[in-house]
């Protein structure tokens, strides 16, 4: 990646829906140049993927918060079956493997305190090999000031 990569993934992180003539003038490349830098940096699995950022509130999820899972490790394939369903939720936004006393972190949103708890109750614990989960809500979503690239 050279700075003009890099310029362009700034650009799209703050607004991916840009066209590239409005790209193009913010990173000062032609349209064709920044086309074809976006593709071939989607051809490199440098991005990803482009998404929608979600007001949760807008849509009813007024409850954010990290659930932190522990898992029995002994049966490998009960531990995959177990990521493979809490990722499938739509109330989680993030699900991450952690190293340390816990085992994985799930970011969730969901309508109010009785949907936190009975999203843990019913469809967290409820699974085989969870040994134990707990939650803690969200107050505010302070702004990262680290944006790598």
């Known amino acids: 990646m050279d ?67 522990k898992v029995e490790r002994q049966d490998t394939d009960t531990a995959m079956a177990f990521r493979d369903r809490i990722s499938s939720y739509p109330e ?20 109010d305190i009785p949907a936190l708890s009975d999203f843990l109750d019913r469809r967290v614990l409820a699974l085989p090999g969870v040994v134990d989960a707990s939650s803690a809500i969200v107050l505010d979503d302070l702004p990262a000031r680290y944006r790598p690239v």
């Open 3 to 69: 700075i003009a990569d890099k310029r362009i993934i700034r650009a799209l992180r703050d607004d991916g829906r840009l066209s590239w003539v409005q790209l193009s003038a913010l990173v000062n490349l032609s349209p064709s140049a920044c086309q074809r830098r976006v593709e071939a940096l989607q051809a490199s699995g440098i991005i990803r993927r482009f998404t929608v950022d979600l007001d949760p509130l807008a849509i009813g999820a007024t409850i954010h918060a990290l659930i932190q899972i």
């Open 92 to 111: 989680v936004s993030g699900f991450y493997k952690l190293s340390g006393n816990i085992d994985y972190l799930a970011h969730v949103h969901v309508a």
